[in-house]
């Protein structure tokens, strides 16, 4: 079954600095990744998707993630966070096997100080 | 454009109440899923379904039985609350063109069972 796993919990960075947020996936076969932001308290939204185009996405705001098979991660991006990007950030696959449901990463969580 | 509407918005319930909880999509997509959020945990898929009268175990299905007797509709019911139950609940509905995916989540259900 497919799965992922976000290599961080918490990321802290100081506005105007990069972000880095790192995910690696398990797949049987080539998969469809996404990241999903989450604001606190309130919905999830899509930032970006990989479906075996291009191997460097770009989404909303800024951010872009690199799908790298050999070393089978999907890291998400920024060159410059704002104080505004501060939110949880989910890694995201989808399972073929479970009628194309989403499986989640458990989370990193994005602090961003001034 | 109402996309996937969740109700109730918010709800608590007394140990050993039952309810459901509605899931209605107004796209016509096929797979409609439910899933809950839990501190640390990220989103885990409880039940999914993959067309009208069809319905299937997820990674946590304990507790919560579903129907979709209806496209547009996915419940989700909880006969015995339970106060592990208490967390915020997200339905999302997809579509599948090939290689294509959309996901559409709703806003989630807030439940507190005490």
């Known amino acids: 079954a497919q799965s992922v796993t976000q290599l961080d919990s918490h990321v802290s960075v100081s506005e105007g600095t990069p972000v880095l947020l790192r995910c690696n996936y398990s797949s049987s076969y080539s998969p469809s990744l996404f990241w999903y932001v989450q604001h606190p308290n309130k919905g999830l939204q899509l930032l970006l998707k990989?479906?075996?185009?291009?191997?460097l996405v770009k989404g909303i705001n800024g951010f872009e993630a690199e799908f790298k098979k050999s070393e089978t991660s999907f890291h998400l991006t920024k060159p410059s966070a704002h104080m505004s990007d501060a939110a949880e950030y989910f890694c995201?696959?989808?399972?073929?096997?479970?009628?194309?449901?989403?499986?989640f990463g458990k989370g990193t969580t994005l602090s961003v100080s001034s | 454009n109402a996309g996937v509407t969740q109700t109730p918005k918010f709800r608590v319930l007394k140990t050993g109440q039952s309810m459901t909880l509605l899931c209605a999509q107004d796209?016509?997509?096929?797979?409609m899923y439910w899933y809950r959020q839990d501190p640390g945990m990220g989103l885990r898929l409880i039940h999914y379904?993959?067309?009208?009268?069809?319905?299937a175990k997820g990674e946590v299905p304990d507790g919560y039985n579903v129907s979709r007797l209806k496209k547009q509709n996915f419940l989700l019911g909880l006969e015995s609350a339970a106060p592990s139950q208490t967390s915020v609940y997200f339905c999302?509905?997809?579509?599948?063109?090939?290689?294509?995916?959309?996901?559409?989540f709703g806003s989630g259900t807030r439940l507190t069972v005490v």
């Open positions: 379904s993959v067309g009208e009268g069809t319905t």
């Open positions: 796209m016509n997509h096929e797979y």
């Open positions: 990989y479906t075996s185009a291009a191997t």
């Open positions: 995201v696959v989808s399972d073929s096997q479970a009628g194309t449901a989403l499986i």
């Open positions: 999302a509905s997809s579509y599948v063109v090939g290689q294509t995916y959309g996901y559409t």
